[in-house]
C-alpha cells in the first residue's frame, strides 16, 4: 500500500501530552460509592499514559482485602445526597437494598466491580499498595490482601515513591 | 473542520487529525493513520481496529478500552502493547472515529 499524502494531515500529540506525568491517589473509604472516583481516576489516568500509584490507607483497606473487596456496601444513612428520608436508610434491609441498586446500575454503563476493576487497573500497569499501619491496625498480612498489592509500605515510602506526582485523596 | 487530501481522496478531520465522517475510513487510510502515529499494523492490531469501526456502526459512539477488551477478547495489557501509552485514543485515530467519550 502506497499513499501520498499531498496536503499537511494534523497528527494528534499522542507522545507529547500526559507522557511523564505522574498520580497518586490515596483510597481512604470503604464504602461502595467512595471506592469508585479513585478506581475511575486511576483507569482514566492510565489509559492517558499517566503512572499511577493507587495508596489505600484505614477504610479503603476494604477495596484490596481479599475477604471484603467484593461486597463493599453502599448506605443511604448519613448520605444526604440520596434524597430519601434518613429514618428509611435505618430499616433492616436498606442497605443492602441500595447497594444492589448501585450495583447494578454500575453494571449497565459497563463499570465493573471492584475486584475486576482493581485486574483492569493492574493490567494498565497501574501500583497498588497497602498501608503498613492500617495492615497493623486491622491484623492483616499479605496472605489476606488482593495478590495484585506490589507491597505493604508505609506513609512516608508512599511519599517517595511518588516524587512529583500529583496526589488526589479519597 | 480542516480537510486533508491522502492520495486521491479528501477527507475530513478534527483540529486534532481524528476523521470526522466514518464513510470516509478505508483499511489501506488505516494504515496510513497508524504509520503517522508510528504505528505498524499487525494482525493483532486489526483484530482491535475491525470491532471499533463494526461496534461503532452499531453503537454510535466508539467503545472504551474496557468495552474493546471485553468484547473483542483482547486483553488490557495486549492493548497497552500494540497501542503503547494512550491505547484508547489511538484505536479510534487509526480506526477513523471520534474519541471515546465513555469514563470506563
Not at chain 1, 482514566?44 to 499511577?52: D, F, I, M, R
Not at chain 1, 444492589?100 to 482493581?118: A, C, S, T, W, Y
Not at chain 1, 486491622?138 to 506513609?155: P, Q
Not at chain 2, 469501526?53 to 500494540?82: C, H, M, W, Y
Request: with cysteine; hydrophobic share 45%; glycine share 10%.
Amino acid at each position: 500500500m502506497t499513499m501520498t499524502i499531498t496536503e499537511p494531515m494534523p497528527v494528534p500529540a499522542f507522545d507529547g501530552i500526559g507522557l511523564g506525568r505522574k498520580l497518586a491517589i490515596i483510597c481512604s473509604k470503604g464504602n461502595l460509592d467512595m471506592a469508585y472516583p479513585g478506581l475511575v481516576l486511576a483507569n482514566a489516568a492510565l489509559g492517558e499514559g499517566v503512572e499511577t500509584h493507587l495508596f489505600f490507607t484505614f477504610w479503603g483497606f476494604d477495596m484490596i482485602t481479599k475477604s471484603r473487596m467484593g461486597n463493599l456496601k453502599f448506605t443511604m444513612l448519613g448520605n444526604t445526597a440520596t434524597h430519601m428520608p434518613q429514618g428509611l436508610g435505618g430499616l433492616p434491609g436498606m442497605t443492602a437494598m441500595a447497594t444492589h441498586n448501585m450495583k447494578k446500575r454500575m453494571n449497565e454503563i459497563g463499570v465493573p466491580e471492584v475486584p475486576d476493576f482493581l485486574a483492569q487497573i493492574v493490567a494498565s500497569g497501574g501500583h497498588l499498595w497497602a498501608c503498613r499501619m492500617s495492615a497493623e491496625m486491622m491484623r492483616l498480612d499479605e496472605s489476606d490482601l488482593y495478590e495484585e498489592v506490589e507491597g505493604i509500605i508505609s506513609a512516608t515510602d508512599f511519599i517517595e515513591k511518588t516524587e512529583g506526582a500529583q496526589l488526589l485523596f479519597i | 473542520m480542516p480537510i486533508t487530501t491522502i492520495g486521491s481522496s479528501q477527507i475530513h478531520v478534527d483540529s486534532e487529525g481524528f476523521l470526522t465522517e466514518y464513510g470516509e475510513w478505508t483499511e489501506s487510510l488505516g494504515e496510513t493513520l497508524a504509520a503517522a502515529i508510528g504505528i505498524e499494523l499487525t494482525e493483532a492490531h486489526w483484530k482491535a481496529i475491525r470491532f471499533l469501526r463494526g461496534d461503532f456502526a452499531v453503537q454510535g459512539e466508539t467503545a472504551t478500552l474496557r468495552r474493546v477488551s471485553t468484547l473483542a477478547n483482547i486483553p488490557i495489557k495486549e492493548l497497552f502493547t500494540l497501542f503503547p501509552g494512550k491505547p484508547a485514543k489511538k484505536m479510534a485515530y487509526i480506526a477513523g472515529l471520534p474519541k471515546p467519550r465513555g469514563c470506563v
